[in-house]
């Protein structure tokens, strides 16, 4: 399995297993979590899912559509689910406000290449690059004004309550409400060449094709990157918490800004932060991996900045390290041919401690 291909696998399996499942036995393929519900997908295409009612907790309603192809993707807003079928339909349940009544846009709803869930809505991306939206409208559930922007998009991003939209010329495109990144028509001028997205709750951050960054959303929360601006050069990868930016650059060092506890205050590991290869957000805390293979965290201990466990339990050397993270809690792998080192900490309850459940199924993969 090459790096990539395990990288995906184990991300989604550690933000699934660990996370969600806790101490249960049950081993998914994939699917999608939030704080209310929980939803795995059998090898056999079976979905199952547990938590709050009338939250995605139950799906009984819609197990028969769900029935009529295999599962692709499975997207959560805070308290519904959306699924794309393998005929690029799109299955939703859970709460009607939050998303999890799509009858309205239903017959638009074709060609699903992508979704994308905000905390109140969901926003579909077809093979024409336009862009369904349905939910809360303040949470970005209405696009109709947008309609003739929405055109050649090509990837999409959301925040809690808002999105945005990669478009196929780099420009960006967004929505919903403006407190939570919505409005980004004071940087429209400098949103060019854009190739990817990242959110805290409240911000966005663009990364643009010659390394650049721009911000925009809730000043605290990263929207403002004016006191870093002058360090946001080839930027190679974008990540976030709740509330803070991290900046991985060329030379293998970080640049952060944002809420302070969440991350957004780096000094104490800052010299320490060389040779970074990989970066991975909690909500409130980061992890990166060197070229050596030791990690460093920080922001909030409680969600995952403990770096002396990790110390303690990664004396992995110069490996390919691989990381994962969950609400609460990270994991770092060895994907070698030899014996595999799996080490997680954080918040026990999110995947914060490895059991041999946890190991036989890393094995499988």
Partial sequence: MDRQRFLRVFSRWFHIVFASL?????????????SNFFVWIESNN?????????????????????????????SASAEAFAAILEDETVVTWGNDTGGGDSSGVQDQLRS?????????????????????????????GDSSLLRSELRGVKHLAASQRAFAAILEDGGVVTWGNPEYGGDSSAVREELINVR????????FAALLADGGVVTWGEEEDG????????????????????GTFAAL?????????????????????????KEVKQLAAS???????RADGQVITWGTPAFGATSNVADEGLGLGAVDVVLAASERAFAA????????????WGDVSYGGAVTEAMLDELERL
Avoid: M
């Fill in 333 to 344: 792998v060895t994907p070698s041919r030899g014996a595999t080192c799996l080490v997680a």
């Fill in 46 to 74: 079976q979905v199952v899912t547990w938590g709050k009612y009338g939250c995605g907790g139950e799906s009984w309603q819609v197990q028969e559509q769900l029935k009529r192809g295999r599962v692709r993707q499975v």
């Fill in 196 to 203: 990817g997205i990242c959110s805290t709750e409240d911000a």
């Fill in 249 to 273: 650059l060329a030379e293998g060092s970080v640049v952060t800004w944002g809420f302070p506890l969440y991350g957004g205050d780096s000094s104490e590991v800052s010299e320490r932060l």
């Fill in 112 to 140: 699903v290449q992508e979704i994308c869930g905000s905390e109140e809505a969901f926003a579909a991306r077809l093979a024409d690059g336009s862009v369904v939206t349905w939910g809360a409208a303040d949470a970005g």
């Fill in 283 to 289: 909500q409130q805390a980061f992890a990166a991996v």
């Fill in 22 to 34: 806790r101490d249960l036995a049950i081993n998914p393929n994939t699917g999608a979590r939030r």
């Fill in 223 to 242: 929207g403002d990157s004016s006191e870093v601006q002058d360090q946001l050069h080839e930027v190679q990868e974008l990540c976030g918490t709740w």
